[in-house]
């Protein structure tokens, strides 16, 4: 199995302002993706940390809102810039290792006032 | 496109009773279907995995069964206890480094 420390556990911040997640994993993991949770409804993906390399984003998330950074195979993070209300949400990280291992962090609950 | 279906979206049943939910997925290729519960704010916890070739699989009072044929897949709960309260999260995956595609869950509720 594979251990995920995924801080801060939960924030409350004020609009305009950023927030960084991070991602630590205990052994190395080929893939690192980063979902959003917001209330009621499932995990949508924001994007694909990619190690060395900028990260995939899916439609209707961009680099500017969402940076990610993936320095090596066990370490990556999220910003949320300029932070709106909408943004509130619960924040994952998961990590991939073959075709059946999955792994979660416990999630960052963001809000945002 | 890749989409990942479950119903009822909430359930409430009493504390002992038997409860069923629901899947259906159109993800392609097919590699594994997941079950997950998830906590109020925590991350999902894995229940069940299965492959292509496996039609049940259990994990205590869990047992998840895949039709592949008809993309479809069921959770039954036996016996429900309080502590079963949360949401239950079907996810498949396409195989090799794709992303989990999620299903938006099901809120189950167990009362006294």
């Known amino acids: 199995s594979a251990v995920i420390s995924q801080k801060p556990s939960r924030d409350i911040c004020q609009r305009g302002t950023s927030l960084t997640i991070q991602c630590q994993v205990d052994?190395?993991?080929?893939?690192m993706f980063w979902y959003r949770q917001q209330p009621g409804q499932s995990l949508t993906l924001i994007a694909t940390?990619?190690?060395?390399?900028?990260?995939?984003?899916e439609s209707g998330f961009v680099i500017d809102k969402f940076p990610i950074s993936r320095p090596n195979l066990t370490f990556s993070t999220l910003t949320v810039s300029n932070m709106s209300p909408e943004d509130s949400s619960i924040y994952l990280c998961?990590?991939?290792?073959?075709?059946?291992?999955?792994?979660f962090g416990q999630g960052t609950r963001l809000t945002v006032v | 496109k890749n989409q990942v279906e479950q119903s009822p979206q909430s359930l409430i049943i009493l504390e002992g009773k038997n409860c069923t939910l629901q899947?259906?997925?159109?993800?392609?290729?097919?590699?594994?279907l997941r079950w997950y519960k998830q906590d109020t704010g925590r991350g999902p916890v894995s229940l069940t995995i299965?492959?292509?070739?496996?039609n049940t699989k259990s994990n205590g009072r869990y047992t998840a069964t895949l039709d592949a044929d008809t993309k479809q897949s069921s959770l039954h709960i036996t016996a429900s206890q309080l502590s079963d309260s949360a949401s239950y999260i079907c996810?498949?995956?396409?195989?090799?480094?794709?992303?989990?595609?999620f299903g938006k869950g099901t809120r189950l509720s167990v009362i006294a």
């Open positions: 940390a990619n190690q060395g390399s900028e990260a995939t984003y």
């Open positions: 299965m492959t292509f070739s496996e």
């Open positions: 052994s190395q993991v080929t893939m």
């Open positions: 996810v498949v995956s396409a195989g090799g480094n794709t992303p989990l595609v």
């Open positions: 998961t990590v991939s290792r073959g075709n059946t291992e999955a792994f």
């Open positions: 899947c259906n997925y159109t993800v392609s290729p097919f590699s594994n």
